[in-house]
């Protein structure tokens, strides 16, 4: 997503893809507890197996898999720790922004409030 298209963002739309985010890695952490459950259900395989060397030619896809899994898991996390970090750094910015607007409004407001009431005063 470019600058330009955070900007057009309300601080409800960034603050729900804040929240897609967190479900994606929810969802990632329920895909690794699956897979370590399967791990572990490999490792009483490992225990049943007759050698050490039968059990590892078993196992071995799995570990690989599970490293795998991992890898992406971690990179994802990071991937969207990142993201957040800069999505809310953005929406700061465009906040302080707003805020810097609303109050320099207000001021001319308040100017264009005290002339008329001196040209009021004065006999229009």
């Given at each position: 997503?470019?600058?330009?298209?955070?900007?057009k963002?309300?601080?409800?739309?960034?603050?729900?893809?804040?929240l897609?985010?967190?479900?994606?890695?929810?969802?990632?952490?329920?895909?690794?507890?699956?897979?370590?459950?399967?791990?572990?259900?490999?490792?009483?395989?490992?225990?049943?197996?007759?050698?050490?060397?039968?059990?590892?030619?078993?196992?071995?896809?799995?570990?690989?898999?599970?490293?795998?899994?991992?890898?992406?898991?971690?990179?994802?996390?990071?991937?969207?720790?990142?993201?957040?970090?800069?999505?809310?750094?953005?929406?700061?910015?465009?906040?302080?922004?707003?805020?810097?607007?609303?109050?320099?409004?207000?001021?001319?407001?308040?100017?264009?409030?005290?002339?008329?009431?001196?040209?009021?005063?004065?006999?229009m």
């Amino acid at each position: 997503m470019t600058d330009r298209e955070l900007r057009k963002l309300s601080r409800a739309e960034l603050l729900e893809i804040l929240l897609m985010q967190g479900k994606t890695v929810e969802e990632l952490e329920e895909r690794l507890a699956q897979l370590e459950q399967r791990l572990e259900e490999q490792n009483i395989q490992l225990q049943n197996a007759g050698s050490i060397a039968e059990a590892s030619l078993q196992l071995s896809g799995v570990f690989e898999a599970a490293q795998r899994s991992a890898d992406v898991y971690l990179a994802n996390i990071q991937r969207l720790e990142t993201e957040s970090r800069q999505r809310r750094e953005e929406a700061d910015r465009l906040y302080a922004q707003v805020q810097m607007k609303c109050r320099e409004l207000l001021d001319r407001t308040r100017a264009s409030c005290e002339a008329i009431r001196r040209r009021a005063e004065t006999g229009m």
